[in-house]
């Protein structure tokens, strides 16, 4: 019974992105299955999946990187959360911490099409002016997107154009 137990939380882990581990044991499954956080591209989401994180310190950790700030080490994020460092040690193997020159193309500066104006959405390699302005029109008529896959589906992109955009966008 319990090797099925285990071998289900793999299963999960494995196939769910946005699975919350629920305990230190199951971020060991994560690390074992080549799961990663880059603390430097993190979203929201992914530090959820932490556990003992709270949305505010999420927030906040991504607002700090979209600033520009860069995490070099767990010392960078328990100050950015204002937390003991002993806390984010248990975290270490999941945690990975890259360099990103921020000027350089392979880093573009991301998006938030629902915040962005339609000039904005335009500086966006591929996307023309007609494109960003039904960006703009559908997120005035139906609201905010809430992710990269409702975008495609309100939009009806597709899969290349997606997976384009993915690397320009932020929600």
Known sequence: MFKLSQIG???KI?????????SLREVAIAVDLGISI?????T??????LPGFSIHQARSLVELVQMGVQLVCLEDVAAAINVPLHRI???????????????SSLSPEKINPNTASADEIATIVGVDSDFAQK??????KNGKYCNIIELKHRLNLDSELTSQLIYYLRF
């Open 89 to 103: 040690i248990p975290f270490e193997p999941i945690l990975t911490f890259a360099y990103y020159d921020r000027l």
């Open 38 to 42: 880059d603390v430097n591209q993190a």
């Open 9 to 11: 939380i793999r299963n």
């Open 14 to 22: 494995a196939n769910d992105p946005y699975y919350r581990f629920q």
């Open 135 to 140: 960006i703009i029109e559908e997120r005035q």
């Open 44 to 49: 929201v989401d992914d530090w959820l999946r």
